[in-house]
């Protein structure tokens, strides 16, 4: 399985940017982004099942980021609305084959290589 990541750039605060994850291989249950800011560990962002009914984010993006996934494409979304100076960072995809969306890094298998997102204030 590979995760080729994508649609970063340098945006100013408030604008909005959407990530794109294409996953190659075999579909998993479990897609999820994580970001990971200079000097601090990456952190879990934003998961989906595979039928894209269950989500759960991290509480600093709630009601401005929206994880989604097309299946038959095998590529999962990140829209991020609103975005803040402090969103900075390498935002990564991630998956894992088993159910359930966690926020542990050490459960998922499968990282993309990684795309970088600024925001300017």
């Known amino acids: 399985v590979q995760l080729q990541a994508s649609g970063g750039g340098l945006v100013q605060a408030g604008d909005s940017l959407r990530l794109s994850c294409a996953a190659s291989g075999r579909t998993l249950s479990t897609m999820a982004w994580f970001r990971q800011a200079p000097g601090k560990e990456r952190e879990f962002v934003a998961g989906?099942?595979?039928?894209?009914?269950?989500?759960d984010y991290v509480e600093s993006v709630k009601g401005r980021f929206f994880i989604s996934r097309e299946i038959n494409k095998n590529v999962v979304y990140l829209q991020m609305n609103s975005l803040k100076p402090e969103d900075t960072a390498v935002y990564y995809c991630a998956a894992k084959p088993k159910t359930g969306i966690t926020s542990s890094r050490a459960e998922y298998l499968y990282w993309g290589q990684g795309t970088l997102v600024t925001v300017s204030s």
């Open positions: 989906i099942n595979l039928s894209g009914v269950r989500r």
